[in-house]
């Protein structure tokens, strides 16, 4: 008898030491992994950063000219709605400057805070691994990547989108007005910062429709108290919003899409590599592997179905209005709203994988291949194109004889108005000049070869000739019509030589000719090899 209980107390404690081996391992497993999450979230916030020290680029350029004469100037300046963005921009830089990095410092801010509500976004529908991943493919997005270091309102934008979706989740459990008058006031922030934004709006319609479903009732009271405090809101939108409708055709410049452009928002290049590498390997494992119904498995039709919305709606608005018009809307700064919901989409797919050792792999995957993805391309590593560099040559070349610069504004809506010919270095249409300046003296030339631009350029020629002045011009790439026309047409006075193309910005400089260059037809000799085409 005493022999038989001894067995069974050692059998007893041998259970027992093997419980404890086993939650030993599994404690062991589960920092191991959360300790790659935590790597791997930390690496795709850091490669925000590789170039924050870039030069400004020409739109960075304008929220510095919005902010430049202080927080009084900024309300007069503004020409495309309430200039929220802005004021928050003016009072970082009283704190912490006006460098380049110092400009940027709020939209990484927003950005983060951006991260972490998809992340409680996320908590709604998974479990807090997936929560993870979908955070860790939300900033690793090439978009998010972009907009987290740009001067200019497209990160907070999203933190105001985010926002509205939280709010809007968190209405599934709960009738309160209170939440729903959030609701309205949230979505109202997002067009304070951009109204392209507003593409989000009837994706929250639809998940409000989902998450009240089962009691409508309630749903028609919040969704009335959410739209009376949207549109008490949106009040002083109404001017921005018909300036920017009456002007349309002035601010499109951007070419119609292509269906790849769609599919690279939803799945990037090095994106769709990882999707065929790790699914390959889950697929293989999947039968293996025996099927454990887990928290990340308990997602209902309903939750996929606001992930595809929040995704797709404002994504196919975007594309449809940019494909069926002529308003282009479809930059990947604007795509970025749809953005949240497609990691959402992605975390979805990545919670179908039955073992855990895939879910970490493809989070690694992801984030490795975006890293080798900006560390091999020098283009990933800056942040646009940039004047600054152009315009320190023309400065340095300039600036012994005062030599003037004809400059083409890189704004479309420059076009559309006479040129500011005395205040062209205070004018927003060239707000590269309010950064990276000249000291010598600025002819403004429109950015296409118009009428304007004939007109004005006409008119400095004939004087330069007149004067026997050397002078410079300067143009990006879209404006290169215009320098092609200013060199044809000061041929038999003046000699081209092309000082340099700095990223995209061309410098020529236009030199007055001597009476032994130019022969009895007042054709400059070889002046077909100086006129730079």
């Known amino acids: 008898m005493e022999s038989s209980s001894t067995v069974s107390e050692v ?21 191991l ?31 510095y000219w919005m902010i430049k004469d202080g927080f009084s100037q900024i309300w ?16 970082a830089a009283k704190v912490i400057g006006t460098s380049e990095i110092a400009l940027r410092i709020p939209s990484v801010l927003a950005m983060l805070g951006a991260a972490y509500l998809l992340y409680l976004i996320a908590r709604e529908f998974f479990d807090r691994e997936i929560a993870v991943i979908a955070t860790i493919v939300f900033c690793i997005h090439p978009i998010v990547r972009y907009a987290s270091i740009d001067a200019r309102p497209y990160a907070f934008a999203t933190l105001a989108t985010n926002a509205a979706i939280l709010t809007t989740l968190r209405m599934r459990n709960n009738s ?42 309630a749903m028609w009271r919040q969704l009335g108290v ?4 949207f549109g008490v809101a949106c009040l002083p939108l109404i001017p921005g919003l018909h300036y920017m409708f009456s002007t349309s055709g002035s601010h499109v410049y951007e070419p119609a899409p292509q269906l790849m452009d769609l599919f690279w928002t ?39 179905l606001e992930c595809v919305a929040l995704a797709f709606v404002p994504l196919l608005i975007l594309y449809g209005v940019s494909v069926a018009t002529s308003i282009h809307m479809f930059p990947p700064r604007h795509r970025l709203v749809a953005v949240p919901g497609i990691a959402l989409c992605w975390a979805f797919v990545v919670s179908r994988f039955r073992m855990p050792a895939m879910r970490l792999l493809f989070c690694a995957a992801l984030v490795a291949a975006a890293s080798y993805q900006i560390f091999s391309s020098p283009s990933d590593r800056d942040h646009g194109y940039t004047w600054k560099y152009a315009l320190a040559a023309a400065e340095k070349n300039a600036s012994p004889d005062n030599a003037p610069v004809l400059i083409c504004s890189d ?7 006479a040129m500011p010919l ?36 006409s008119q400095f020629l004939q004087q330069a000739t007149q004067k026997h002045e050397r002078f410079l011009a300067v143009a990006f790439e879209h404006s290169s019509p215009t320098l092609d026309w200013l060199a044809a047409q000061s041929a038999s006075a003046f000699s081209v030589r092309e000082l340099g193309v700095y990223d995209r910005v061309k410098v020529l400089e236009f030199t007055p000719r001597t009476d032994s260059s130019t022969n009895h037809t007042g054709i400059s000799r070889g002046a077909s090899a100086n006129i730079v085409q």
Not at 434 to 446: A, E, F, H, I, R
């Open 411 to 417: 704004f479309p809506e420059s076009d559309s108005i």
């Open 266 to 304: 939803l799945a990037p290049d090095w994106t769709l590599v990882v999707w065929l590498g790790v699914g390959f390997v889950a697929l293989l494992g999947a039968a293996a592997w025996p099927k454990k119904r887990g928290p990340q498995e308990h997602v209902n039709q309903w939750s996929v």
């Open 11 to 31: 059998q007893l404690a041998k259970v027992r030491r093997n419980q404890l081996e086993a939650k030993s391992v599994w404690h062991i497993h589960n920092r």
């Open 76 to 91: 007069s300046r503004q020409y495309f709605g309430p200039p929220v963005y802005f004021y928050i921009v003016w009072l």
């Open 176 to 217: 309160s007005n209170w939440l729903a008058a959030l609701l309205g006031l949230t979505s109202a922030c997002i067009l304070y910062f951009h109204y392209l934004y507003a593409a989000i709006l009837p994706a929250l319609v639809i998940c409000l429709f989902i998450v009240k479903a089962d009691d409508l009732k």
């Open 226 to 229: 959410a739209t009376a405090v």
């Open 422 to 457: 005395d205040s062209a270095k205070e004018s927003r249409y060239f707000a590269q000049l309010s950064y990276y300046k000249l000291s010598v003296p600025v002819v403004p030339l429109p950015r296409s070869l118009n009428a304007e631009a004939i007109r004005v350029g």
């Open 33 to 63: 992994s959360y300790g790659l999450y935590a790597l791997s979230f930390a690496i795709s916030i850091s490669l925000w950063f590789i170039a924050i020290r870039s030069p400004l680029w020409l739109d960075e350029t304008g929220t």
